[in-house]
């Protein structure tokens, strides 16, 4: 079963995702986690948010499905 989760951030979240990345040293995770879920709010599917960070695909999936 492939279920695939979908990424809609309020404004208020967007804007502390961009506050978080742009505003200096925190956990690789973290920051992982925020660049993912902004690209996948963004539209950018799966495939291409895994190239673009160098991450895998479960990676991602755990991420959203986690934010979800």
Do not use: C, P, W
Request: no cysteine; net charge neutral.
């Amino acid at each position: 079963m492939n279920v695939r989760y979908r990424v809609d951030l309020s404004q208020s979240e967007q804007d502390e995702l961009t506050a978080l990345l742009s505003g200096g040293r925190h956990a690789g995770a973290q920051a992982q986690a925020g660049q993912i879920l902004l690209a996948a709010d963004a539209g950018s599917g799966d495939e291409q948010i895994a190239t673009t960070l160098g991450v895998s695909g479960s990676t991602i999936y755990r991420t959203k499905r986690r934010f979800v």
